[in-house]
């Protein structure tokens, strides 16, 4: 074991296996997992200055990495902590350090009668990935309660409040994803006291609650409503259930412009008859098709190809690609790109994977 000059332990050849939601990966050449933000922001800082590569690592739930693994420095996030501040009437602002569990931070705000977060619920990762992504979830996504972050300027090696606005935030997107110049160290969401939801969007949520859409609910009552219906779907961590062992949703659902839309949209009748097909407002002027069901509907059904293969679609949701125990990153790429080719074959519509790509490509 070697240490970096700020005493920080670093390890040698740690299987990243043991750090991804899908049980893959090679070693990291180097690990190290600081447990504050100072300590984070001082690793990266010293690896960036070495030039050795860094790979800034969270929950590893949206992460697929190369079976040769990671020839740098891995470094875990692991700052922790919370605080609440009163911001308003009925408002509040919850700052949260970016190596907390999200879903323990959203029971908490559950449990403190705060509403936002709810529909968010059992979403496996690190806060610090939540506004990367823009995670979202049953009518919600993070865009719509972030209020600012606090990031490591890795070019000039300072750490910086970027508001909401900044972010460029947009369907699983940011202008943090696809790029390493920045690292989220803590972010800030501003939260609803009195014990209620946001409005239940989602139709299939609003459904498990019997409510009616728009309709506000007990927060408690949203959160365990999403995280049955997420159960369904093998979309909740456990180490017992290999549908679960995955990132999750491998493929964003495509967004199609609407100049291009007919077109698109004949090109799927033609294989599906008059099967309505499932599409939803992406924003002006774009629109937003099914992942799910365009895969399922090129072929790919629940638990393709076989039972005993080492990496299948899940036997519960055809958006999820599941290591079933004996798997490789190699399995794992080869089926994506089977599911890929295959869509886009017969639909002319083009799945991106939603995953980061560690040491791979599709």
Known sequence: MTGLSLGTEVRAAVPLSGYTTLRLGGPAARFTAPSTA??????????????????VLGGGSNLVVADAGFDGIVIRVGNRGSKIDCVGPGLVHL????????????????????????????????VGATPVQNVGAYGVEVSQLLVSVDLLDRTSGEIRTYL?????LGYRTSVL???????????????????????????ELARALGVRQNTRVPVAQAREAVLSLRRTKGMVLDPA?????????????PVIPDADLPATLARIRTHVGDTPIPQYPAGPGRSKLSAAWLIERAGFTKGFPTPDAPVTLSTKHTLALTNRGPATTTDLLSL?????????NTFGVALTPEPVLIGCAL
Not at 117 to 124: D, K, Q, V, Y
Not at 183 to 194: D, H, I, Q, S, Y
Not at 336 to 344: F, H, K, P, S, T
């Open 95 to 126: 700052t949260v350090e970016a190596g907390e569990d999200w879903d323990t931070v959203v029971a908490s705000t559950v449990d403190a009668g705060l509403g936002g977060l709810e529909c968010l619920s059992g979403i496996p990762g690190l």
């Open 336 to 344: 994506a790109r089977q599911i890929r080719d295959g869509v886009l």
């Open 38 to 55: 100072e300590d984070v922001a001082a690793a990266i800082r010293a690896a960036d200055r070495s030039g050795e590569p860094v790979l």
């Open 241 to 253: 259930d290999h549908d679960t062992w995955s990132v999750g949703s491998f493929f964003t659902n």
């Open 177 to 203: 994803k696809g790029t390493d110049r920045a690292v989220v160290l803590r972010a800030r969401f501003e939260l609803a006291v009195g014990g209620l939801s946001t409005p239940i969007r989602y139709t």
């Open 164 to 168: 909401v606005d900044d972010l460029a």
